[in-house]
């Protein structure tokens, strides 16, 4: 997992600097910056799926660090919302889901019937915050 998040790091790097230059590869760069924090979280809730635990937790902490880059901040932290509660992060999910209601997350009822959500909705110590976030909505 060190290899693959120095690997994810490397790229990131090597993305920021074409994006600043003036070449042919400029646009490409740039999007890959705004939509790599989206994909990250998407993919971490996947390899958990697939029990890639290890891996999940390399593309979370990627994903988390990089959110303000994202170019759909509500949606990335709904999605890296769903992937901290299904690896057991139940605190940094219900942070996740007031920062994704914060941005401009509208959506009721994902919050309310999403199986992946599941973890923090039902929990006793975490579900009424939970469902004190989902009332803002």
């Known amino acids: 997992a060190?290899?693959?998040a120095g690997a994810l790091e490397e790229?990131?790097?090597?993305?920021?600097?074409?994006?600043?230059d003036k070449g042919p590869l400029q646009r490409r760069a740039a999007f890959m910056l705004a939509t790599a924090p989206a994909r990250a979280a998407s993919r971490a809730l996947d390899l958990q799926r697939r029990g890639y635990h290890v891996a999940a937790e390399t593309?979370?902490?990627?994903?988390?660090?990089r959110v303000e880059h994202a170019s759909?901040?509500?949606?990335t932290l709904y999605n890296l919302a769903c992937a901290y509660a299904q690896l057991g992060h139940r605190g940094e999910a219900l942070n996740a889901i007031e920062?994704?209601?914060d941005a401009g997350f509208h959506e009721r009822n994902r919050l309310l019937f999403d199986p992946d959500l599941a973890p923090v909705r039902n929990d006793a110590d975490f579900g009424p915050g939970f469902?004190?976030?989902?009332?803002?909505?």
Do not use: M, S
């Not at 790229?11 to 600043?20: I, N, S, T, Y």
């Open 2 to 4: 060190t290899d693959d």
């Open 99 to 101: 920062q994704a209601i």
């Open 11 to 20: 790229a990131w790097r090597e993305a920021e600097l074409l994006a600043k």
């Open 59 to 65: 593309l979370l902490a990627f994903a988390a660090a």
């Open 72 to 75: 759909d901040k509500p949606t």
């Open 131 to 137: 469902h004190t976030l989902v009332k803002r909505l």
